[in-house]
């Protein structure tokens, strides 16, 4: 397996997703971050990914309009299990290549009982 798995993806924070004081909505946040989380595994499904069983969602900071933000996605580690995805929502601060952590996230996926299955078979 390669656990070099990972995905970078650019999010804007924009007046459709903040409310009123100009802050991004977590909720908002909750969903994108739970959507990249699928994308380091797709490859180890035969099927598409199933719903993760497990999940750590934390707030750092908060993100505001016009704010560019990084989610980055990571496999982190395969276990008999499942497959555990690390997220990290950084956002550039103002002195020369520093970021820093707006959310951080930990996913479990499991492991597809049928492709184990077919994968025994197969051999």
């Given at each position: 397996?390669?656990?070099?798995?990972?995905?970078?993806?650019?999010?804007?924070?924009?007046?459709?997703?903040?409310n009123?004081?100009?802050?991004?909505?977590?909720?908002?946040l909750?969903?994108?971050?739970?959507?990249?989380?699928?994308i380091?595994?797709?490859?180890?499904?035969?099927?598409?990914?199933?719903e993760?069983?497990?999940?750590?969602?934390?707030?750092?900071?908060?993100?505001?309009v016009k704010?560019k933000?990084?989610?980055q996605?990571?496999?982190?580690?395969?276990?008999?299990?499942?497959y555990?995805?690390?997220?990290?929502?950084t956002?550039?601060?103002?002195?020369?290549?520093?970021?820093?952590?707006?959310?951080?996230?930990?996913?479990?996926f499991p492991?597809d009982n049928?492709?184990?299955?077919e994968?025994k078979t197969?051999c």
């Amino acid at each position: 397996m390669n656990t070099n798995t990972y995905t970078n993806v650019p999010f804007i924070v924009t007046k459709k997703i903040s409310n009123a004081n100009g802050f991004l909505l977590p909720s908002t946040l909750y969903d994108t971050v739970k959507d990249i989380a699928a994308i380091p595994v797709k490859g180890f499904y035969l099927q598409e990914v199933p719903e993760f069983t497990d999940y750590k969602f934390k707030m750092h900071k908060n993100a505001f309009v016009k704010d560019k933000l990084t989610i980055q996605a990571q496999l982190v580690k395969q276990t008999a299990n499942g497959y555990l995805v690390n997220i990290l929502v950084t956002k550039p601060k103002n002195t020369l290549n520093h970021h820093e952590r707006v959310c951080s996230a930990l996913f479990n996926f499991p492991v597809d009982n049928v492709q184990i299955n077919e994968s025994k078979t197969a051999c």
